[in-house]
């Protein structure tokens, strides 16, 4: 069974780990090249203390707990929130897991008074790339935060 909920600081070695893990996949660092990975070693602290939000996806499987998938939501301008550290395991690709994560994070988003959405990723994340134009985002390099990052997004709410 998938469960989706906000973050909790038993997570955080868990998150850490992942984040660090599927930025490796790309040959990227934790660490390096984006300010927003220190937030991640502070939740969920970093995020609820500034007005966002963080989400786990954990599968739960024959008394394990499996971390799938993170995301959070930061505000950067008015109505306007940054998705974050949107990353799935190799494991949970093509299983919904990103759908119920982005979902999660767009109704919070919509309650807290957001209206728009934007985020920035590297051109070497293909599939989440696609998966983002799917979901309404549209190219707006504007938007690219992070000197890692080579696109920029904006989705309206």
């Given at each position: 069974m998938i469960t989706?909920?906000?973050?909790?600081?038993?997570?955080?070695?868990?998150?850490?780990?992942?984040?660090?893990?599927?930025?490796?996949?790309?040959?990227?660092?934790?660490?390096?090249?984006?300010?927003?990975?220190?937030?991640?070693?502070?939740?969920?602290?970093?995020?609820?203390?500034?007005?966002?939000?963080f989400w786990v996806a954990y599968d739960?499987?024959?008394?394990?707990?499996?971390?799938?998938?993170?995301?959070?939501?930061?505000?950067?301008?008015?109505?306007?929130?940054?998705l974050r550290k949107m990353y799935l395991a190799a494991a949970a690709r093509g299983r919904g897991v990103g759908t119920r994560l982005l979902d999660e994070a767009v109704a919070w988003t919509k309650a807290h008074g957001g209206e728009r959405m934007v985020l920035d990723t590297t051109e070497a994340m293909t599939a989440a790339i696609a998966f983002y134009e799917r979901h309404g985002f549209v190219r707006d390099d504007d938007?690219?935060?992070g000197s890692r990052c080579t696109r920029g997004y904006a989705r309206p709410l």
């Open positions: 989706v909920r906000l973050v909790e600081a038993a997570d955080v070695p868990a998150v850490v780990e992942h984040v660090a893990g599927v930025l490796a996949e790309f040959g990227l660092e934790f660490g390096v090249g984006s300010e927003t990975d220190a937030a991640v070693r502070a939740l969920p602290a970093s995020y609820a203390d500034h007005g966002g939000a739960h499987q024959d008394g394990r707990s499996t971390l799938l998938g993170t995301c959070g939501v930061f505000p950067v301008a008015p109505r306007t929130y940054e938007q690219i935060r």
